[in-house]
C-alpha cells in the first residue's frame, strides 16, 4: 500500500497536492454546512473562498509586475484557500475589509518582507498576525472541528509523506503535547477534554500538516528543523503567555519564521542559461551562471521556478539536485525526459538563454559524511546519479581521496551519463564505478559490465568488504526502495543506509 501511496505521490508535485488537499477541504466544509452539519454558511464559506482568490490573484499580479519577477499561481491559490480555512466564513459585509486586508498582507509580505529577494515569513501567519493587530480579530482555524478531523488528518498524512517532514511534525507534536498537558495539571483540569479539546476542536493538525512545514520558512536541514520544531512547540500552547500578552498558533509560526531565518538565512537567485547539453538520448544538462559565487555542499537541491507559457496543473516549480560542485563556478543540473511529460519538462527542453529561472531553497542532507575514514559505497539509479557527480567532481577538484565504490544501474548503455567524471575519478581517486544494464534482450556483445538489476549477488561480487560500508542510495522512488531492499535482506542495517529522494519525475 505504502508503494502504491509513493508512486502516486512521485507523479505529482508537491504544490499541486496542497492545493488539491485544500480543494478538497473546503469543498467538504461547504458539503457538511450544507447538510447543517457544520454550523456555518455554505454560501459564506464559498464567498471567502472565491474572494480571497480573486483578491489574492490580482495583489499578485501587481506585485510580480513592479518588482520585475516571476509569477506561481499555485502559491497565489494555496495562500487563499489556507486563509478561507482559517479565518471565520463570511457573515456580512463588515467581514470585506478584515478579508481584503488579510489577502493583499498574505501576498505582499512575499515581495516586500523580504531579503535578498527570499520571503522571510509564513505569508498566511504574517497576514493574520498584522490583521489581528490592525482589526482586533485573531484566525478562528474553524477548519480544525471534529467532523473536519478526518479529512484534515488523511490528506494531512499524504502531504507529510510527500515532503519527508515526519520528523518535524512528530516533535511539534511532543512538545505541544507536553506544556498542554502540563499547563492542565497545573490548572487541574481534565486530560480527556484537554485531549478532545486539542485533538477535534483547534488548529492541531491543520496547522501541523499545511502551515508548519511550509518549505520556504523551515529550516534546510534535519537538525535545524528539529529545533524549529521544538521552538514552536512550546509557542503554539493557548496557555503560554508573557503578561496579558498570550500566543496564537500564527503569531507561534512568525516567531518561528525569524529563528529559522537567523539559523539558516538563504536566497533566491535568478539565472540564465549559459550552456545545454544532450548527455543521453532523453537526459539533458543545463548548466547556469550564478550572480555570484555560492557556497553549498555536494548533494544539496534547489528548487527551480521557471516560469513558462500554458502552465498545466502540475506546476512552475521542481526540485533539482546540483550535478556541479561547490568548486565550479557554474551551477548544473541534470534533467530526464519522459513521454508526456508536464508542460514544465516540455518549456524547460526549449529553454535558450534569454529565459529566467529562479533557484532557492538550497537544503539537503544526502552529502559526504564529515568522517572521511568511512567507506562508502554510491548506488545510483538513471538520473540518480546527479548528486554523486557532484561528490566526485568536488572530491576530483580538492584531490580529497576517499575509499569509494560506485554501482550504476541503467536501462540502455546509452542512457550512462557523466562517464567523463566517473572514469576520471578512477585514474585519479581510484574510485571505481561498476556499471549494470537492466534490459538484458539490448546488450551489445562487447558489453563488459554487469548485467541486471543490482541484487545481492551483484553487490558480493563487486564488494566483498560491503557489511563495513555506509551505502547511499540515489534514483526514483521504486528503485531506492528495491535497492533498500535488497541490502535489508542482505542484513546491512538501516543505520548504514543514507537514502535520497525525488519529489516527482512529471
Same mark, same amino acid.
Given at each position: ?7 502516486? +505521490? ?34 459564506? &464559506? ?21 518588482? /520585475? ?35 493583499? +498582507? ?5 515581495? &516586500? ?22 482589526? !482586533? ?5 474553524? &477548519? ?51 485531549? #478532545? ?58 516567531? !518561528?519564521?525569524?529563528?529559522?531565518? +537567523? ?48 502552465? #498545466? ?22 534533467? /530526464? ?54 561528490? +566526485? ?9 576517499? #575509499? ?36 538484458? #534482450? /539490448? ?64
Amino acid at each position: 500500500m505504502l508503494n502504491f501511496i509513493d508512486s502516486y +505521490l512521485d507523479r505529482i508535485t508537491m504544490y499541486r497536492l496542497v492545493l488539491y488537499y485544500l480543494i478538497v477541504l473546503l469543498g467538504a466544509a461547504f458539503l457538511l454546512s450544507l447538510l447543517g452539519i457544520l454550523n456555518y454558511n455554505p454560501l459564506g &464559506i464559498l464567498f471567502n473562498s472565491i474572494f480571497l482568490v480573486v483578491i489574492c490573484y490580482i495583489t499578485n499580479r501587481v506585485f510580480a509586475s513592479v518588482f /520585475k519577477a516571476p509569477t506561481n499561481v499555485e502559491s497565489v491559490y494555496i495562500t487563499s484557500l489556507i486563509l478561507a480555512c482559517i479565518i471565520t466564513p463570511f457573515k456580512s459585509l463588515q467581514d470585506l475589509p478584515m478579508l481584503g486586508f488579510a489577502a493583499v +498582507l498574505a501576498v505582499s509580505s512575499k515581495y &516586500i518582507l523580504a531579503i535578498k529577494k527570499k520571503h522571510i515569513f509564513n505569508p498566511v501567519a504574517i497576514a493574520v498576525v498584522l490583521t489581528a493587530f490592525g482589526f !482586533g480579530v485573531s484566525a478562528s482555524w474553524w &477548519i480544525g472541528n471534529a467532523w473536519m478531523t478526518p479529512f484534515i488528518v488523511l490528506g494531512g498524512l499524504l502531504v507529510m509523506r510527500k515532503t519527508r517532514r515526519e520528523h518535524m511534525v512528530f516533535m511539534f507534536w511532543a512538545v505541544a503535547l507536553a506544556v498542554i498537558s502540563i499547563f492542565t495539571l497545573i490548572d487541574g483540569n481534565s486530560y480527556v477534554l484537554m485531549l #478532545d479539546q486539542v485533538f477535534l476542536h483547534s488548529s492541531f493538525f491543520f496547522f501541523a500538516f499545511l502551515m508548519f512545514t511550509e518549505p520556504l520558512t523551515t529550516p534546510p536541514t534535519r537538525s535545524l528543523q528539529l529545533m524549529y520544531a521544538v521552538l514552536i512547540g512550546l509557542l503554539f500552547p493557548p496557555q503560554v503567555h508573557l503578561g496579558s500578552w498570550y500566543t496564537t498558533p500564527e503569531l507561534a509560526l512568525v516567531i !518561528g519564521n525569524v529563528f529559522a531565518y +537567523l539559523i539558516s538565512p538563504r536566497q533566491k537567485f535568478v539565472m540564465l542559461l549559459s550552456e545545454k547539453l544532450q548527455i543521453a538520448p532523453d537526459i539533458m544538462d543545463f548548466v547556469f551562471k550564478p550572480p555570484e559565487r555560492l557556497r553549498y555542499s555536494a548533494g544539496q537541491y534547489f528548487e527551480w521556478t521557471f516560469q513558462h507559457p500554458q502552465t #498545466d496543473s502540475r506546476g512552475n516549480r521542481r526540485y533539482f539536485t546540483l550535478a556541479s560542485s561547490p568548486t565550479e563556478d557554474t551551477l548544473r543540473i541534470g534533467v /530526464k525526459f519522459y513521454e508526456g511529460g508536464s508542460s514544465y519538462k516540455k518549456s524547460l527542453q526549449k529553454m535558450d538563454e534569454k529565459v529566467p529561472i529562479v533557484a532557492a531553497q538550497l537544503a539537503g542532507e544526502f552529502i559526504l559524511p564529515n568522517d572521511k575514514t568511512k567507506k562508502l559505497v554510491f548506488v545510483a539509479g538513471g538520473i540518480g546519479v546527479t548528486p554523486f557527480r557532484s561528490m +566526485l567532481k568536488y572530491l576530483i577538484d580538492t584531490k580529497e581521496k576517499r #575509499d569509494i565504490i560506485v554501482l550504476f544501474s541503467n536501462k540502455y548503455e546509452s542512457d550512462i551519463v557523466y562517464k567523463d567524471i566517473l572514469d576520471q575519478a578512477e585514474r585519479e581517486l581510484g574510485i571505481r564505478t561498476v556499471y549494470t544494464l537492466t534490459d538484458t #534482450d /539490448k546488450i551489445s556483445p562487447t558489453w563488459t559490465g554487469e548485467k541486471g538489476r543490482i541484487s545481492s549477488e551483484i553487490i558480493q561480487k563487486n564488494i566483498p568488504d560491503w557489511r563495513e560500508r555506509f551505502f547511499y542510495l540515489s534514483g526514483p522512488h521504486a528503485m531506492v526502495v528495491g535497492f533498500e531492499t535488497t541490502l535489508r535482506q542482505m542484513g546491512l542495517p538501516a543505520s548504514l543506509i543514507k537514502k535520497d529522494f525525488f519529489p516527482g519525475f512529471v
